[in-house]
């Protein structure tokens, strides 16, 4: 069994930045793929970025790419997101996503992700 364990959200001015990380716990170390996806209310949850255990990275690059930058953390079971230039349009509950494989894919559907976090608030006020 695998948790993850999203933090680092929170109500910012737009222009902020914010540091997501989530934490797997369990049966984690083999986990290849993390991911952050997001949900805004009343709109369908949405790909931001996906890193794999090697380095492989993509990014949602209408929402995240120049600003978001994803990272794993040396223990390879957590996940970090670093947030800037925050916009009231990032305002959304943020999901950490884990899965075993790495499809070579970019790996930007929900489909291809066992586990999830229960997510974090991310908030901007404009």
């Known amino acids: 069994q695998v948790q993850l364990v999203e933090s680092g959200g929170g109500l910012v001015q737009a222009g902020d930045s914010l540091r997501l990380s989530c934490a797997a716990s369990?049966?984690?170390?083999?986990?290849?793929?993390m991911g952050w996806f997001r949900q805004a209310p009343g709109k369908e949850r949405e790909f931001v970025a996906a890193?794999?255990?090697?380095?492989?990275?993509?990014y949602n690059t209408d929402s995240a790419k120049g600003r978001f930058t994803i990272s794993r953390g040396n223990a390879k079971n957590m996940v970090h997101m670093q947030m800037n230039s925050l916009k009231p349009e990032d305002t959304a509950v943020y999901y950490c996503?884990?899965?075993?494989?790495?499809?070579?894919?970019?790996?930007?559907?929900?489909?291809?992700?066992?586990?999830w976090g229960q997510g974090t608030q991310v908030t901007v006020s404009s």
């Open positions: 996503a884990a899965q075993w494989f790495w499809t070579g894919q970019a790996m930007d559907n929900a489909r291809d992700y066992t586990y």
């Open positions: 369990g049966r984690s170390s083999s986990m290849h793929a």
């Open positions: 890193i794999s255990r090697s380095g492989d990275i993509t």
